[in-house]
């Protein structure tokens, strides 16, 4: 048997055409272009570029926004769904029971071709930011905002969340951090999404695999407790003696550290840069100079005196962009779902073109008993 790695670390598991990461150069590419240059892209047109594999001309974007508006909307019984649990259940929860509802409603529910799995994928990704924002508007105990036909898809998005149509920065900020969560090669949820897929399952089981694993704290769930860590400070002033107890403790700083970066995360950069830009804009450094002090304490205890590579990833200045949309701290793990759904559909989709079942071995520690003595013993008494 092959050497054991705990939590699969550096194991090259499959083949993959969807990203790239050298995490020692700092590199990240979706079908080989790097993420800069598609943060100057729609998200439409990344959605397009995974799935499809082609960044697309006018015509094909037109077409792929014409489809993809007109089914945002739910069924009046997925409606009823989330009225029902909505007031239980976290966010991620929601979004978890109202696809597996909608899967079954699915006009193409037990097809599993290609020309069916991507209807399906433009469905899930089209519909999934509703329920999301459904779910918040019926738990604020607001009126729903339905989709609005002539807003892309994330500024339709905000707008249903909180009922007036965002400014040009805020759209284009959560544009970007749609583009820069979306994809990201083989971290725990798409793993999750294609050993789910490798089954022959159904795309939606297979999603719905990949919501339940971004939950948790060190993956996606990491963004909510930035967003907390933030609240929790409180202040600028007070960040450096948070941090160093933080660190003097042993705790971990949410937010930094990655198991492939051995550098900064460049999705983290660009974040960083959006940050400054809708503070300045809304005329409040505060989270953002709260930020960039944990960074600067982070890097000079961690990196330069401990010698190690944490430096900060995708989750951190994410959530400080949220704080600045005044986006619900509870909302921060969905949120990051609804962008991530393209790069898990696509995987999906890479895995049935070519599938082989995923099913690796344990390493075996436990015990072997001289059962034989031990059963005879128990049909004995
Ligand atoms: N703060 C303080 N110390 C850390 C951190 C951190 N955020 N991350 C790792 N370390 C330390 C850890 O204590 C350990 O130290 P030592 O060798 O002295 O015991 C060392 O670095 C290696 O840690 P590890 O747990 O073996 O590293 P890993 O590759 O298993 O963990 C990680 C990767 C992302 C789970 C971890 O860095 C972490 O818990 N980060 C905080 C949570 C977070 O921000 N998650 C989002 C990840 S990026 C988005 C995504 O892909 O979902």
Known sequence: MSKFKKGLEGIIALETEISYIDGEKGILEYRGHRIEKLAE???????????????????????????????????????????????NIEAMDALMTALAHISQGDPDLNVNTPEANIRKALRLIAKAPTIVAYYQRIHEGKEIVKPNELLPHCSNFLYMLRGEVPTKLESKILDLDFILSTEHELNASTFAVRVTASTLSDIHSAVISGIGTLKGVLHGGARLAVMNMLDEIGSPKKTEEYIMNMINTKQRIMGF??????????????????????????????WYDMATKIEEVVTRELVEKQGKPIYMNVDFYSGVIY?????????????????RITGWLAHAMEQYSDNRLIRPRAKYIGEHHSQDKEISKLTKD
């Open 41 to 87: 892209l729609s998200y439409e047109e990344v959605v397009h570029l995974l799935l499809y594999d082609k960044l697309p001309n006018t015509e094909e974007l037109n077409e792929f926004f014409n489809k993809t508006k007109v089914i945002r909307e739910l069924d009046v019984r997925t409606k009823e769904v989330i009225h029902y649990h909505n007031f």
């Open 257 to 286: 550290g990655h198991r492939v970066y051995r550098v900064v995360d460049p999705r983290a950069n660009i974040f960083r840069d959006l940050a400054k830009k809708i503070a300045e804009e809304k005329k409040d450094m505060k």
């Open 323 to 339: 704080k600045y949309l005044e986006i619900p701290p509870k909302l921060a793990t969905a949120i990051f779902a609804l962008g």
